[in-house]
C-alpha cells in the first residue's frame, strides 16, 4: 500500500509517518509514505484521484483539500465525484497567540486593540487558503475587526517572524506554540477548538472568551479513489482503526497535541460537507477569489 502525503516535515506527514508502521502490522504487507508536496495538497490530491481503485493508493488529507475547492482554479479532481472518505484520522486544535510585546492578556483585550488600530494590526499564517489563514478570518469576522493579513511560505518562516515581533498574531497549531507560550515568547490568547489543551489549562476556548459555537480544528483523514469498491473501503477503515487505536500511536498522537478520532467514511464525508460548507463561506465573507 502506498499513503500518498501532501507535505514534507509538518504536522501531516508526522501523522502519516505515525500510523504507516501500525497499519503495516494490521495488514500485514508493506506501506510506504510517498511525499507529493505542492500546491495545496492539489499534486497528492489529482495522484490519488487518478490511480485505481484497488485499495493500493491512499491519500492523506488534511484542511486544504476542501478549502483548495473554493480558492483554487483548474482543478483536475472533483473532491465529491473524485475520492471517497475512508476515515477521519486525528484532529488537533489550533491556539490565538500574539507576539509578547502586544499589550493584551485576553482575547477581550486584543479584539478591543484591534479596533483602535484602526486596521494597523497584522497576523500573520502559514499560507493564502490554509487553515491558519481562514480560521483568523473567521475570527475577523465574528469579532468585526480589521487586521492585515501577511501570508508565509509555511509554519516555520510565519513563526520566525512573530518571535520576531514582524507581526503582531496568529493561528497556529498546538504543538507548534506550545513550547513558545511556555517560555514567554508568545501569550495565547484562546483555544479555536471547543476545549482547552492540557498543555495550556490556562488558556479558553474561543466559547468561552465569548465566542460561541466558534470552532476551527486541523484535521488529517484518510480518501481512496471514487472507484474503490464499499467493501474495500469499509476493509480499509477498520484496518486504520485499528493502527490509529494502537498504543504506540495513541501516545505518539498525544504527545504532539492530537485527538484520535478513526471515525466510519459515512462519518468522515459528513465532516467534509460541514467542513465545505463552513469554509466556503468564510472565504465568500472575506472577499477570496479562486486562482
Do not use: C
Amino acid at each position: 500500500m502506498r499513503i500518498v502525503v501532501p507535505a514534507s516535515g509538518g504536522t501531516v506527514d508526522l501523522v502519516a509517518r505515525a500510523v504507516i508502521p501500525a497499519l503495516q502490522q494490521a495488514l500485514g504487507q508493506p506501506v510506504i509514505a510517498d511525499a507529493k508536496p505542492g500546491a495545496s495538497g492539489n499534486i497528492a490530491a489529482t495522484l490519488v484521484a487518478k490511480s485505481p481503485g484497488d485499495g493500493h493508493t491512499i491519500l492523506t488529507g488534511f484542511n486544504p483539500l476542501v478549502i483548495s475547492t473554493f480558492l483554487s482554479k483548474n482543478l483536475q479532481y472533483d473532491l465529491q465525484k473524485d475520492l471517497k472518505p475512508i476515515t477521519l484520522g486525528v484532529t488537533s486544535e489550533q491556539v490565538l497567540v500574539v507576539n509578547s510585546e502586544v499589550p493584551v492578556s485576553t482575547l477581550a483585550e486584543f479584539v478591543a486593540l484591534a479596533k483602535k488600530s484602526d486596521g494597523n494590526m497584522n497576523f500573520g499564517s502559514i499560507g493564502t487558503g490554509s487553515a491558519s489563514h481562514l480560521t483568523m478570518e473567521l475570527f475577523k469576522s465574528r469579532a468585526g475587526v480589521e487586521i492585515k493579513h501577511i501570508p508565509y511560505k509555511g509554519a516555520a518562516p510565519a513563526m520566525t517572524d512573530l518571535l520576531g515581533k514582524v507581526t503582531h498574531a496568529g493561528v497556529f497549531a498546538a504543538a507548534n506554540v506550545i513550547p513558545y507560550v511556555k517560555d514567554g515568547r508568545l501569550k495565547a490568547l484562546a483555544v479555536t477548538g471547543s476545549k482547552r489543551l492540557k498543555a495550556l489549562p490556562n488558556v479558553p476556548s474561543m466559547a468561552e472568551a465569548g465566542f460561541p459555537n466558534f470552532s476551527a480544528t486541523i484535521w488529517i483523514g484518510f480518501l481512496a479513489p471514487a472507484s474503490t469498491p464499499d467493501p474495500v473501503v469499509r476493509d480499509m477503515q477498520q484496518q486504520f482503526a485499528r493502527a490509529l487505536m494502537s498504543p504506540g500511536v495513541q501516545k505518539n498522537m498525544e504527545a504532539n497535541e492530537f485527538d484520535v478520532v478513526a471515525n466510519s467514511p459515512e462519518e468522515f464525508a459528513k465532516f467534509l460537507k460541514r467542513e465545505a460548507e463552513t469554509w466556503g463561506r468564510v472565504a465568500k465573507q472575506a472577499g477570496l477569489v479562486a486562482e
